[in-house]
């Protein structure tokens, strides 16, 4: 090598940031032809060997630039790009709740007042929920022999939709066309209010179906215009279910104008669930676990709300705020998840029933972005059982244009004319 040096020197020290070189390879002999520099243009003429470790080292050194630009700057993520949007970031709130259907018996619809006042003032152009979107659930169904009995899922859902296809003599996919375009035409009468009902719940959107029906009248929400008396008698239960979906969701699309919700739920990853028997067997070996999935820990017992069940209205904004809350998130996460992470007596079978959240989770904020692409810049609202509240917010932090809105700053707010 130190024969070679004295040629090496001028590119490897005085010249090698400021040359532009070129180099041939004449037929059996490789040769440097041409070094050109703005200070100085030798030509040298190299044996074939001296110009290859010269062609080495110059390509060493622009990759050992490259990486140490590449190092500096970091791994590219899409969220890096949010400063330099030309538009506001797409707002989301993810408004974490215990599902209603689970409250006490005591519990009356008519106590959500102040949280719906809360969620109005916060005006989302589209509502989410954790219902699963037409187009999987009848997806599902079709693959019954692989994924199981969609019905466990929502069996009222699909009864509804299969008798509303075969009254309006419509499929699904034709039926959501439809209900689409009339949605884009506003202003709508109250009999193409009932119709899109009709169109909702033919293509399994039956809380699409509940905001219109929220939004008719209630001398208007009868049978006719593809509403069949049974399906209006369905809908009129829908609008008083105790679920997040009608109470909060389809209620307050409708009172801020809203056509539908938008079913962000995800089943098609329970593929990844392991056997009901081998969790089972875990769980026998590891019992603890199941205080853990329970809350029945002293972390969770020293907080009151966690065992709150709304049995009187002074209970849900505390449990609400409770439930939003970055502590409950941690705790939650940990006890129902990361818990079976450490577990040596649940080992794959605990691994694998994390992956399948992790994967629900992933296709829930899929949804979330695909829903809010058409909204670039402005609101939207999920509500949804809490335990998925971290992990997708954790997920939506990865995107390139989402920006995350507090529920305990809105919860803590005092918009006015909202009550406690």
């Not at 200070?39 to 630039?65: H, N």
């Not at 992470?341 to 994967?359: I, P």
Request: net charge positive.
């Amino acid at each position: 090598m130190e024969g070679y040096q004295q040629y090496l020197q001028p590119i490897t020290a005085s010249h090698n940031m400021r040359f532009l070189a070129s180099y041939a390879v004449a037929q059996g002999r490789g040769r440097l032809l041409q070094y050109t520099a703005k200070a100085a243009r030798p030509t040298w003429r190299l044996p074939g060997l001296c110009g290859l470790l010269a062609g080495a080292l110059l390509g060493l050194a622009a990759c050992q630039a490259h990486k140490a630009t590449t190092d500096a700057a970091g791994p590219i993520g899409p969220a890096g790009t949010r400063p330099r949007l030309a538009l506001p970031p797409t707002k989301v709130m993810i408004f974490g709740v215990g599902h209603l259907d689970g409250a006490s018996a005591k519990f009356q619809v008519a106590w959500l007042a102040p949280v719906l006042c809360r969620l109005g003032a916060y005006k989302p152009d589209i509502i989410l929920t954790e219902a699963m979107p037409g187009e999987q659930l009848l997806g599902l169904d079709a693959y019954a022999a692989y994924h199981g009995d969609a019905g466990r899922y929502g069996g009222p859902t699909l009864e509804m939709a299969k008798t509303a296809q075969a009254d309006l003599q419509l499929p699904a996919a034709q039926a959501l066309v439809q209900a689409n375009a009339l949605c884009q035409k506003g202003n709508l009468a109250p009999a193409e209010r009932r119709h899109l009902a009709s169109l909702f719940v033919a293509a399994a959107e039956p809380f699409s179906a509940t905001v219109q029906w929220l939004r008719l009248s209630p001398a208007e929400r009868r049978a006719g215009d593809g509403v069949s008396p049974a399906l209006a008698k369905r809908l009129d239960r829908f609008v008083g279910l105790r679920s997040e979906m009608t109470s909060l969701a389809a209620r307050l699309a409708a009172d801020l104008g809203l056509e539908r919700t938008y079913g962000v739920g995800d089943h098609a990853s329970d593929v990844a669930l392991p056997a009901d028997a081998d969790m089972k067997a875990a769980l026998a070996a590891d019992p603890g676990q199941v205080d853990l999935f329970n809350h029945k820990t002293p972390a969770f017992r020293a907080v009151p709300e966690d065992t709150m069940k709304l049995s009187a209205a002074a209970q849900v904004m505390p449990v609400l705020k409770w439930k939003n809350s970055a502590r409950f998130a941690a705790l939650d996460a940990d006890a129902q998840w990361f818990s079976m992470l450490r577990s040596e007596k649940l080992g794959r079978v605990g691994r694998q029933r994390v992956a399948a959240w992790e994967a629900q989770n992933l296709q829930m904020a899929v949804a979330i972005r695909t829903a809010t692409a058409p909204i670039a810049g402005g609101k939207a609202l999920l509500i949804v059982g809490a335990s998925h509240k971290p992990f997708l917010e954790a997920y939506l932090r990865t995107f390139a244009d989402i920006e995350l809105v507090s529920v305990p700053d809105l919860l803590n707010a005092k918009p006015v004319g909202c009550g406690e």
